[in-house]
């Protein structure tokens, strides 16, 4: 999944892709580099972003929909899907009216109650994301005893509303929430029980891209505001998360959601390498 932002705030690529020619030319880079979902959004969820109206998101994001999605038709692209990463139900309805096939919602439909209703009526795929709380507020509500238990038993909740408003289960993706809500350590300690997610039996999308626990494992000094601040380039962010996605190919991932999908691309092509030259030894 390659991320598309159309937004002037995001933390690492804000204000790159404002126009719709812009963000045409972002996605093609993303495709050529092996995306096969791209994923579209108008509002940054950084640390500390504040919130824009839902009129203010959908003006970003559904141009780029509609171009998208009729360039995608022209050139009968039928293996790449349209993602809306939108924690409204106005935005993912109109995205998804205009050719969006999944609705990435990082509130796990907590945000908009009217969510889950819009994915089961409209039939898409929904990615339902741990979530406690919005940019402003999430870093004051990272208390957990067992952070993998209570993810797992958090998103579980999730499921069970998303299935209660009529989502069938086969349209659910579950992710974890990395850097929502969660410190360094907590994010790290997630990462590494990725398998008590996989006990939900469902597919796991994993987006850990450029996050700020990303940046504080590259050097050790770095605070959580530091690491927020973009201290640590992009470029060495895309390394670490090309690595990182090399080493989480042992669990049972649906899919990664980076910025830089040749980086990711390439570490996943070394991956299939090795293990491909270990079975025909």
């Known amino acids: 999944m390659g991320v598309l932002n159309v937004t002037p705030d995001s933390f690492s690529d804000g204000g790159e892709h404002n126009s719709v020619q812009a ?6 880079l ?14 940054s969820t950084r640390p500390g972003a504040a919130r824009v109206s839902p009129e203010i998101e959908l003006s970003r994001v559904l141009p780029v929909v509609e171009a998208l999605s009729e360039e995608l038709t022209k050139t009968n692209r039928k293996d790449i899907q349209l993602s809306i990463d939108t924690m409204n139900a106005t935005t993912a309805l109109a995205a998804v009216s205009a050719g969006a096939h999944i609705i990435n919602d990082v509130s796990g439909g907590l945000a908009d109650s009217k969510m889950f209703s819009v994915a089961a009526a409209t039939g898409a795929t929904i990615v339902i994301s741990h979530w406690r709380g919005f940019s402003q507020n999430m870093d004051q509500l990272n208390t957990y005893l067992d952070i993998a238990a209570e993810v797992c038993a ?7 509303a998303a299935v209660a408003a009529g989502i069938s289960t086969k349209k659910i993706i579950l992710d974890p929430g990395l850097g929502f809500a969660k410190d360094t350590q907590q994010n790290w300690q997630l990462v590494a ?6 006990k939900l039996d469902l597919p796991i999308l994993v987006g850990a891209s450029r996050k700020r626990f990303i940046a504080a494992a590259l050097d050790a000094e770095l605070d959580e505001q530091d690491a927020a601040a973009g201290s640590i380039q992009n470029q ?20 990664v959601r980076v910025h830089n999908v040749i980086a990711t691309s390439d570490a996943i092509a070394m991956v299939e390498a090795l293990k491909f030259a270990e079975n025909t030894k």
Do not use: F, S
Not at 154 to 160: G, M, P, S
């Open 30 to 43: 993303l495709i050529m580099g092996g995306a096969t979902i791209i994923d579209i959004g108008g509002e």
């Open 193 to 198: 029980r990725l398998d008590e997610l996989e």
């Open 23 to 28: 963000a045409l030319d972002h996605a093609r």
């Open 236 to 255: 060495r962010r895309d390394l670490a998360t090309a690595v990182l996605t090399a080493l989480l190919l042992q669990r049972h991932l649906w899919g």
């Open 154 to 160: 958090e998103l579980k909740l999730r499921v069970a």
